[in-house]
């Protein structure tokens, strides 16, 4: 599965908790150029990659790295890793399949 470039910025900011006009502020661009980013219609410069960079607390390789040799699970777990900074990376194949599965019952309770 490839993330494109938007979703990226877009899972960068929901981990740091902001909306689009937040963000925006924080870089100084008009929330729209947020919403087309997110929505891949077209991408930020690269001044702007640099602001979205220092503003979501990510390396510019963070929007140019391949989603490629992720296991499926890994792939599901790749922005709870990034919310946790990196700390899912050290668990067993089964320790991440146990999280997903505690993520499914959560949601599971939600629905009673």
Do not use: H
């Amino acid at each position: 599965m490839s993330i494109y470039f938007g979703d990226k910025i877009r899972n960068a900011r929901k981990a740091k908790g902001l909306t689009q006009k937040q963000l925006a502020q924080l870089i100084n661009v008009k929330n729209t150029a947020i919403s087309n980013w997110e929505n891949d219609l077209n991408k930020p410069d690269p001044d702007s990659i640099e602001l979205l960079c220092n503003a979501l607390n990510v390396p510019v390789s963070y929007f140019f790295e391949s989603d490629e040799g992720y296991s499926s699970i890994d792939t599901q777990l790749k922005d709870i890793d990034f919310a946790l900074y990196g700390e899912v990376k050290d668990l067993t194949e089964d320790e991440k399949q146990d999280i997903l599965d505690f993520i499914k019952f959560k949601k599971s309770q939600r629905k009673e």
